[in-house]
């Protein structure tokens, strides 16, 4: 099976540098089931192309199966194992780009974290549900998709395609991105996986899918592929994603992907076809994510209050720290949170940002638990708390209360959580289920404004409300805020 990866960014063969591994040199990496080569079949300034070709042995493949599960069946030694792109080309390709995948370059760091243009090419790629599922899982992630079924047979036409593509895709791509996204993607076009499901496969989707999966519009489809329909797995997963955008996990249980489609319409419009705007008329933008709503109605807060000094409170990976940023009312940006491996996503986003060599960094971000005093939160005109609150035992609220309010003390708070009599909008969300399987709990509009209220009233401040996301008439915003602002003298 073969993966050629292509770039035209000049110099183009800097693109050994990204994948380290030397054009001048064809590489072998030992794999349990055959052998991965490297190799360069052009390198020049202008075009660059690298490929890896994955020498798959079938009998090496059923003998890391073990001795538990016999099949003596020929199919385990005749099969498209060794010419297909599948989870087998995910698995080399980990092993062979490691380094690449994880986006670090040392000798070119900023070739390394820019888009760059790609082309990428699988002569022949497993894909259930033919070119149309390759189109609708590359497409929303920025590629130009070609998928061309493979035929069966060409000197039989009549016979029509089998299930296989020759898939290529072109675009601007951090190379990072573009090779997680073949790491997670082309499993799931198979729609089979040559190993057993372990529980750290969870962690690998997360991991790979980081800054495209959560977003994507298919990502229940893509997490149940990955994971093999292994529910407990898949239910994790959609958990975890389901943080990065507010969509509620149980919702995501159904694919819409594998439904019976209805009976055909003569006078309908193309399946999946965006239906005719009237004469005259435009036609409606998509909708903003609630995610991305919540940012924008902090930042609105923040620019209200006048604050130049803002603490991100429980940060998690730094999004709102790289808003911040881009920003130049705000001086001061310090993100604080408790979780080692997202204050390193957040320092990737967040920094290097020094003003000059005399003067301290804009940015920060600080490893640190809300429910123990820190001096390092003191000094900010303005903190925030965005959707932080749920994740706390009830129990401790009370110390992140006094870290806060009572401690750090600054002019404004912004509190942000989900409102729980929203959750009956959510199709799929069962009665009385919480929106995040981390949540320890979620209020309604009034729970929230009676512990705003009493916080307010203990710690010298005044608290208005704003909803974030559609009002509905009848159960309110699907998010809450509160805008804590201290009360004079």
């Not at 900023?110 to 497993?126: K, R, S, V």
């Not at 899982?137 to 061309?148: K, M, S």
């Not at 800054?211 to 958990?239: F, K, M």
């Not at 909008?425 to 069962?430: I, P, Q, W």
Request: net charge negative; proline share 9%.
């Amino acid at each position: 099976m073969l993966l050629t990866i292509t770039t035209t960014a000049a110099p183009a063969d800097d693109l050994g540098y990204l994948l380290h591994k030397h054009p001048d040199r064809v590489q072998a990496f030992s794999q349990s089931y055959g052998t991965a080569h490297v190799f360069y079949p052009e390198a020049g300034r202008e075009r660059c192309t690298a490929a890896l070709l994955l020498d798959v042995d079938p009998v090496a493949l059923v003998r890391t199966r073990g001795r538990n599960t016999p099949d003596f069946s020929l199919g385990q030694y005749v099969n498209d194992r060794p010419y297909a792109a599948s989870s087998l080309l995910a698995s080399a390709m980990a092993n062979t780009f490691r380094t690449a995948m994880r986006g670090r370059c040392d000798a070119r760091p900023e070739l390394a974290a820019a888009p760059i243009p790609l082309e990428i090419t699988l002569p022949a790629l497993p894909c259930r549900g033919g070119p149309e599922r390759a189109e609708r899982f590359f497409a929303p992630l920025g590629w130009r998709v070609a998928a061309e079924p493979v035929p069966l047979d060409a000197g039989f036409p009549e016979w029509g395609d089998s299930r296989y593509v020759t898939l290529r895709l072109a675009g601007e791509v951090r190379l990072a991105d573009a090779l997680n996204q073949l790491y997670v993607l082309l499993p799931v076009l198979d729609d089979a996986k040559h190993y057993w499901m372990a529980p750290d496969e969870v962690d690998k989707l997360i991991r790979a899918g980081e800054g495209w999966l959560a977003a994507h519009p298919d990502r229940a489809a893509i997490t149940r592929r990955y994971l093999a329909d292994r529910r407990g797995l898949v239910r994790a997963a959609l958990g975890r994603l389901a943080d990065a955008d507010d969509s509620p996990e149980d919702a995501l249980d159904r694919d819409p992907l594998e439904e019976e489609p209805p009976p055909a319409d003569p006078t309908a419009a193309e399946p999946g076809a965006a239906p005719e705007p009237e004469p005259g008329t435009e036609a409606a933008p998509p909708p903003v994510p609630l995610a991305e709503r919540r940012i924008q109605a902090v930042l609105e807060a923040l620019h209200a209050e006048g604050a130049a000094r803002v603490a991100d409170l429980g940060c998690g990976t730094g999004k709102l720290v790289a808003r911040l940023k881009q920003d130049p009312r705000f001086t001061r940006i310090t993100g604080v949170d408790v979780s080692y491996r997202a204050v390193q996503i957040a320092n990737r986003r967040g920094r290097p940002d020094a003003h000059g060599p005399e003067r301290e960094p804009r940015v920060e971000i600080l490893q640190s638990a809300l429910t123990y005093t820190d001096e390092r939160f003191r000094g900010h005109d303005a903190a925030v708390l965005m959707e932080v609150i749920e994740h706390i035992d009830p129990p401790r609220l009370g110390a992140v209360e006094r870290v806060v309010f009572g401690d750090a003390r600054p002019r404004a708070v912004l509190v942000t959580t989900p409102n729980s009599e929203y959750n009956v909008r959510y199709d799929g969300l069962a009665p009385g289920a919480m929106r995040h399987p981390d949540h320890r709990f979620e209020w309604t509009r009034a729970e929230f404004a009676a512990w705003a209220e009493r916080v307010a009233a203990a710690y010298g401040y005044r608290v208005r409300y704003v909803p974030v996301g559609d009002d509905d008439p009848e159960v309110g915003a699907p998010t809450q805020m509160g805008v804590f602002v201290k009360e004079a003298g």
